[in-house]
């Protein structure tokens, strides 16, 4: 990576933490010495960008939380990349969150020119994936397990068990695990007080409480 694009690769990084990052986690981001860091570091500030330096535990480098920079620009190669991997999550129903990713997607080739979108459609066609799709959930399960994700609220299923058994409870989301062919839910079962792990396949109704 030449310096001038590492000066705005780090003004980036540091933008979307806008934590503290020790000069050494910069380094080793970038593979280049702590003191080549620091001598980006003070390349920034002549540029004034206001970064500061924040002692202590949770310290490093950030940038002043006031400041934001222009738009960000999406090459066709970043984009092209960004997509297609999108859109494989998407055909492979790995993610609950297919509404939100759509929107995402959208805006990625939306921030591209007429011709780099023509660039992004040539370079995606050399690009493929193959696996086994997971097992698909109804479009209004997904859509309430991806309110109460991003939304932290509690969520009111109806399941099927691997006994054909079906029961309701309302869980809290925890995290997710996305297997070659199951999606599955960590999830607080807030009806036992237990943890527990779901299938999103085998989740037939679904609701925000």
Known sequence: MRRRERL???????RARRTGVTAEALADRFRVTVRTIYRDLDSLRDAELPLRADRGRG????????????????????????????QFATDMRLLPFADTLAGALDKVRGALSVSAQRELIELMKGIRFTGIPAHAAPPAVRKAVEQAWFERQPLRIVYRGADESVTSRIVRLRSAVLERSVTLLNCDDLDKGEERQFRLDRILEAKVV
């Open 59 to 86: 310290g490093g480098y950030a940038l002043d939380r006031a400041y934001t920079l222009p738009p960000v620009n999406f090459t066709p190669r970043e984009a092209a990349l960004l997509v297609t991997l999108g």
């Open 8 to 14: 705005f690769a780090i003004a980036e990084y540091l």
